[in-house]
């Protein structure tokens, strides 16, 4: 059985003093780190996606 590809996005995202930005996740009760990202919604671009999921992964300043 062939299994359908599916477009996914992260964001490589720097501070000032290089520091990368990682987004804490947790699975099956053990946390995660990861680049904020994730699947395009339908007709968004990949960019668009991208900038979404950085401000809904990051808090607010």
Excluded: Q
């Excluded at 299994?3 to 990368?20: E, H, K, Q, T």
């Excluded at 947790?26 to 968004?44: D, H, K, M």
Aim: with cysteine.
């Amino acid at each position: 059985m062939l299994s359908m590809p599916y477009v996914r996005v992260a964001a490589i995202v720097r501070n000032d003093d290089g520091a990368l930005l990682l987004v804490r996740h947790f699975s099956r009760g053990r946390p995660f780190w990861t680049l904020p990202g994730g699947a395009p919604g339908a007709g968004e671009t990949p960019k668009e996606a991208a900038t979404r999921f950085t401000f809904c992964d990051t808090p607010a300043s």
